[in-house]
């Protein structure tokens, strides 16, 4: 079965920092762009950060660049988003994707071949 498991969700003080993971089963993530998208309440879901197979393109939301960094471990076959300076507009559920596209087309168009269940973000003091 193919799956994608987000990790490292919580509650965090404004300023702090998260380190979420997404993890397959089922298949490999060499071959496919990664992407890590949000929801907030009430909002749509949007691209947060999308990264190459190779690892040699990455894509930031212009909302989170400075702050967050996406990173991949094909060994580890899990893809990584290293939150720091959270904000209160960080709160969502995070969701990471895999697709066979281009990290533009993945995170701006939020369209993905595979889905995770998500993990919910809550910056608050």
């Known amino acids: 079965q193919l799956q994608l498991v987000e990790s490292g969700g919580g509650l965090v003080q404004p300023g702090g920092s998260l380190r979420l993971s997404c993890a397959a089963s089922?298949?490999?993530?060499?071959?496919?762009?990664i992407g890590w998208f949000r929801q907030a309440p009430g909002k749509e879901r949007e691209g947060v950060s999308c990264?190459?197979?190779?690892?040699?393109?990455?894509y930031y939301a212009d909302s989170v660049k400075g702050r967050f960094t996406i990173s991949r471990d094909n060994a580890k076959n899990t893809v990584n988003l290293q939150m720091n300076s959270l904000k209160p507009e960080d709160t969502a559920v995070y969701y990471c994707?895999?697709?066979?596209?281009?990290?533009?087309?993945?995170?701006?168009?939020?369209?993905?071949?595979?889905w995770g269940q998500g993990t919910q973000v809550t910056v608050s003091s």
């Open positions: 089922g298949f490999t993530l060499d071959y496919y762009a």
């Open positions: 994707a895999a697709d066979s596209s281009t990290v533009q087309a993945m995170c701006l168009l939020v369209d993905a071949r595979f």
């Open positions: 990264i190459s197979s190779s690892a040699g393109s990455t």
